[in-house]
């Protein structure tokens, strides 16, 4: 929508104006003048060309989408090819988590936002989930609702600065669960003996995962050809896509971003743990019948990247008190370990494949033992 200033003898109008599509291809033009441009009469002529359209519609015996899950489904076809797989997954639980709250019969133009601020409040305040979620949830809706308007089944957008959630402030719970995130050494050393004895070859995957920080696709789209021995580096340029079930084809992707496009250095027992695993590859290709190289280095006995749901059993196995173990968990270890060596926030974020400091700051901050016993020390060692 835009709006004309109309000046005359008789003072300044203004005229809003709004071009749609119709479902023919055709485009047409519609336009109500009113007295002001102020926020209510913004809201005013958004109401009225809404009726305009409609009437239009109905007068060229059009028939519209008439409900909001319908351009919703036709949101997901439209932008399925354009994106990753894994990002049209979450749009579809995104979606089927809307019409948990919506009826599929509501019509586009009953849609407020109103109704899409109560959607978000029961899942943030009423589901305790997270702020997070809530917002992608809300990113959802007005995608869709946008499609609706360049598809020209509304004239205009809702106002959608109507919305408001505020975020609720931070419990005890909160901090013990961002406390959660990353082990600090002692848990560590105790995970990985765990999970060592469970299953060396995974103890060294996730020890690998702590002192390198790669995603778990990151790491289990690693190949041969990835891994320089002469420099001890790594390049990450990919990452295994998990929503290929049932197929014994790879689906090797792009990474996360272009910012997870990276080369990162690896230290001793890094380039141990691969150099440990590289001579493993080999003795099962020679000895295992059903071993087949498809040149991936943390590979199952068959020569396939492990998938993720097999990790998390593996997991499962292991107990810490206080901790919620996840692939993800050993990502956030090594951002700790890095901060309590005192490394710039700036090197953390290009080794681990950030973009966003608030990402890196939400473990950076967290001050493990160590550096509040660091504190103490040199507080004491400070001469008056």
């Not at 899409?116 to 009423?126: A, G, R």
């Not at 079930?245 to 990162?264: D, F, H, L, M, Q």
Request: a positive charge; hydrophobic letters at 35%.
């Amino acid at each position: 929508m835009w709006i004309e200033e109309i000046i005359n003898s008789k003072g300044t109008r203004y005229k809003y104006c709004e071009r749609f599509t119709l479902p023919n291809g055709k485009t047409k033009r519609i336009s109500i003048t009113l007295n002001s441009n102020s926020r209510y009469a913004q809201k005013q002529a958004t109401i009225e060309l809404q009726k305009k359209q409609e009437k239009v519609l109905e007068t060229l015996g059009i028939n519209k989408v008439t409900t909001f899950y319908d351009v919703a489904m036709m949101w997901l076809d439209y932008t399925e090819p354009t994106i990753k797989l894994s990002t049209h997954v979450n749009h579809t639980l995104h979606v089927k988590k809307i019409f948990k709250y919506i009826d599929t019969s509501t019509l586009l133009t009953d849609i407020t936002p109103l109704m899409v601020e109560e959607i978000l409040q029961q899942i943030y305040y009423i589901e305790n989930l997270s702020y997070s979620y809530m917002r992608s949830i809300f990113v959802t809706i007005k995608a869709i609702y946008k499609h609706a308007k360049r598809k020209g089944f509304v004239p205009v957008m809702i106002d959608f600065d109507d919305v408001e959630i505020k975020k609720k402030p931070f419990s005890h719970s909160d901090i013990a669960k961002r406390q959660n995130k990353f082990l600090d050494a002692d848990e560590l050393k105790d995970v990985l003996h765990q999970l060592t004895k469970v299953d060396t070859r995974i103890g060294l995957l996730f020890e690998f995962v702590s002192i390198t920080g790669l995603r778990i696709g990151e790491l289990l789209a690693l190949r041969y050809c990835d891994y320089d021995k002469e420099k001890a580096t790594v390049s990450i340029n990919g990452t295994i896509q998990y929503q290929y079930a049932n197929s014994s084809e790879i689906k090797r992707g792009t990474p996360k971003n272009i910012y997870s496009v990276r080369e990162i250095t690896l230290c001793n027992r890094a380039v141990q743990i691969l150099n440990s695993i590289i001579t493993e590859n080999k003795r099962r290709a020679l000895w295992f019948t059903g071993y087949e190289d498809k040149g991936y280095l943390f590979t199952t006995t068959r020569g396939n990247p492990y998938d993720l749901p097999f990790l998390n059993r593996m997991l499962k196995k292991v107990h810490i008190d206080g901790k919620n173990l996840t692939t993800h968990i050993f990502r956030h270890t090594h951002i700790s370990i890095l901060a309590e060596l005192g490394v710039p926030l700036k090197a953390i974020m290009q080794r681990v494949g950030h973009n966003d400091p608030n990402t890196t700051l939400s473990i950076y901050t967290h001050v493990t033992q160590n550096m509040h016993d660091d504190v103490i020390v040199k507080l004491n060692a400070r001469k008056a």
